[in-house]
């Protein structure tokens, strides 16, 4: 709920004609991850292609797969 808001407050604040605000709008990602999490550059060019392809999409999210080592358990 505070990405509304803050979104929001964002982009009223530029100025600007409602088309204006419409297409930045339209063309605004936000990436959230966890410290630990290592992608690749292109994986993110995919996740946006395919969100700009369907403008129903509001959030995608992926299995992410542990890199590190040592002993460690994981419960399911």
């Known amino acids: 709920m505070y990405m509304y808001y803050f979104l929001s407050h964002k982009l ?3 100025g600007g004609g409602q088309e204006r605000i419409r297409t930045v709008a339209e063309n605004t990602f936000i990436l ?3 410290g630990d999490v290592d992608f690749q550059p ?3 060019q995919l996740l ?3 969100m ?3 403008p ?3 959030a ?3 299995r992410i ?3 590190g080592s040592g002993k460690y358990m994981w419960y399911f």
Do not use: E, K, Q
Request: with cysteine.
């Open 12 to 14: 009223l604040s530029m």
């Open 32 to 34: 959230a991850l966890d």
């Open 42 to 44: 292109s994986a993110l």
């Open 48 to 50: 946006i292609d395919r």
């Open 52 to 54: 700009r392809r369907n």
């Open 56 to 58: 129903n999409v509001g």
């Open 60 to 62: 995608a999210c992926g």
């Open 65 to 67: 797969h542990p890199i």
